[in-house]
């Protein structure tokens, strides 16, 4: 990959990750369906352990990319992750659970904007 998209992809995926703390700590706040969510602890443990779980994720996929730019692979590796993803998730649990789907969704298009980023031919004058 050249110098641009490999920036692109470590910088995206690193500000994805980044950006998906917030959607943790949003989505921890919903308890799912209970009769008194203020009687619900706010779960640390499990949106921190969300957290590592997708930035090691992330990672995997960086170091797959990075070593051999097989961008069709991880493309359809993070989309069936989507779909396997949103077809397990159940209704009325509690915030946490959706958040994947959400994460995945969001990497999906940001692996295919890298290879179509990948695709644009390099300018002729620049070297």
């Known amino acids: 990959m050249a110098g641009l998209q490999k920036s692109f992809l470590k910088y ?6 980044l950006v998906f ?8 706040h919903n308890p799912g369906y209970v009769g008194d969510p203020r009687s619900v602890p706010y779960p640390w ?3 921190f352990a969300l957290w590592i ?6 990672l995997v996929f960086y170091l797959i990319l990075r070593r051999s730019g097989r961008f069709p692979l991880v493309f359809g590796l993070a989309f069936l992750l989507f779909l396997a993803v949103g077809a397990s998730t159940p209704t009325c649990m509690p915030g ?3 958040v994947p789907i959400q994460f ?9 904007a890298a290879w179509a980023l ?8 620049t070297k």
């Open 21 to 28: 703390w917030r959607v943790i700590a949003d989505a921890a």
């Open 45 to 47: 443990k499990g949106a």
């Open 96 to 98: 946490l659970v959706y």
């Open 118 to 125: 990948r695709a644009i031919p390099p300018n002729p004058g």
């Open 104 to 112: 995945h969704f969001f990497l999906v298009l940001l692996i295919g």
């Open 53 to 58: 779980v997708l930035g090691i994720e992330s």
């Open 12 to 17: 995206a995926l690193l500000l994805l990750w």
